[in-house]
């Protein structure tokens, strides 16, 4: 059980070197996909490979770099600043005035780049003397400036599915010259897809565990492992999380949803999958507390009390005891009855009350601690409910220019049902 020695990384060693080794992305590289017709044509224009890690992002600007006829120029926004940048640039527009040669930069981690290295591209774009091509892990939309976004095409990348990723990890396995092959390791397919999931289709975290393994087996002196060695080589499921990322928003935005439409399981899943993650635990109880009244309400009014005792108790027990507590609590506002009524009450008062004259406060209603203020009015004509029957009076509480404005429209859902029933008109008092 001998190898080549090679001091490449199996993930680096494993890069395509044409497109038809390309695994995954159809839509885009099939052969009537739109960037391969764009690369083979040799017509390119700037754009942002947009995608999450692993999917090929460095992968594909490379490929692109060996089929066009353009000059090829890397950096990463990780060490690159404006200095290099217009060094770069400078090179770029020495080569189209006086040989007619396009540049092509690849500009990889391009959302790292603050907004002044940003429009430094700006003027060369619009010249034509570059092609840039960006790859980001992160929303386009949130992380480059108006001005760079527009003269560029943004191309989303889509995550490999565990059968693409296993895929690449049996041509690495046959592979004599760049891969494994010369090992002869025997590993089926049940066991590739197996490091497939733990990967989370990242091929470069799947290739890196089956190079761990292959040295795990070299070491043991075996050719066929068993389950155990290759969890011995994973470790565990890479569960991909940002915590100031889209992703962190897509998942809250994912358990928000799911508890508002009473799916228990999908919001349990949700849950786990942020908890898992590392996720801020007070992050996620803070949350939930403000879907208590966003979205129950008085429909269940106990939600809000349960679910700042579970914040409570997160804060007093900490994890992983902490996370049944919210569980919990996730599972109760799931099963629970709905109303966003007090949400949307709310919101039409505050709208009211920013975009409406700041009306003045009814004299009845005004407080009136000294007697200059009882003499011009203060007070006058203020009803104190409990002297009434049913604790409730003719009274008229918004300003006049409000009158008979209705905010708050109770439903018919759990609790606040039986407060629909039991409402009255203001003007129905005895």
């Not at 959302?111 to 570059?130: C, M, S, V, W």
Request: glycine share 6%.
């Amino acid at each position: 059980m001998t190898a080549k020695p090679n001091a490449a990384p199996l993930a680096e060693r494993m890069r395509p070197t044409d497109l038809d080794e390309l695994v995954g992305q159809e839509r885009l590289f099939s052969s009537n996909g739109l960037l391969r017709e764009m690369i083979e044509s040799d017509e390119l224009f700037s754009f942002i490979l947009w995608g999450p890690p692993g999917v090929g992002k460095t992968t594909m600007a490379r490929l692109i770099a060996t089929k066009t006829n353009s000059k090829w120029i890397s950096f990463s926004a990780v060490t690159s600043g404006i200095k290099e940048i217009k060094g770069v640039m400078a090179e770029a527009e020495a080569a189209f005035n006086f040989a007619g040669q396009r540049t092509l930069l690849f500009v990889d981690e391009i959302h790292r780049f603050n907004k002044a290295q940003q429009d430094a591209f700006l003027p060369y774009l619009e010249a034509g003397t570059i092609i840039l091509i960006g790859a980001t892990t992160e929303n386009p939309s949130f992380e480059l400036n108006a001005a760079l976004l527009s003269r560029l095409k943004v191309f989303i990348l889509s995550e490999l599915t565990i059968d693409e990723v296993a895929e690449i990890l049996r041509n690495a396995v046959n592979n004599r010259e760049r891969g494994l092959g010369e090992l002869e390791l025997k590993i089926s397919d049940d066991q590739l897809k197996l490091i497939s999931t733990y990967a989370s289709g990242d091929a470069r975290t799947a290739l890196n565990s089956l190079e761990l393994l292959a040295s795990v087996m070299k070491r043991r002196k075996i050719t066929e492992p068993s389950d155990a060695d290759i969890k011995d080589a994973v470790q565990q499921a890479i569960l991909k999380y940002d915590k100031t990322g889209e992703n962190h928003y897509n998942l809250i935005s994912a358990l928000h949803k799911s508890i508002r439409n009473s799916d228990a399981d999908a919001s349990l899943y949700w849950l786990a999958r942020m908890l898992e993650a590392g996720e801020d635990p007070m992050y996620i109880a803070r949350r939930l507390v403000r879907f208590a009244s966003e979205d129950i309400g008085l429909a269940h009014p106990q939600a809000l009390e349960q679910a700042v005792a579970a914040m409570q108790a997160v804060d007093l027990i900490g994890m992983p005891e902490g996370k049944l507590a919210l569980a919990q609590i996730v599972v109760l506002m799931s099963v629970c009855p709905k109303s966003n009524a007090v949400y949307m009450a709310y919101n039409a008062a505050a709208a009211d009350a920013l975009n409406s004259l700041q009306h003045p406060v009814p004299f009845h209603l005004r407080n009136a601690p000294t007697k200059l203020m009882k003499d011009v009015g203060y007070g006058k004509g203020y009803k104190y409910a409990h002297n009434y029957s049913n604790a409730k009076t003719d009274m008229k509480c918004l300003p006049e220019e409000l009158e008979g404005t209705v905010y708050y429209e109770p439903t018919e859902r759990g609790f606040e049902g039986k407060l629909k029933s039991a409402r009255k008109p203001q003007n129905g008092a005895d």
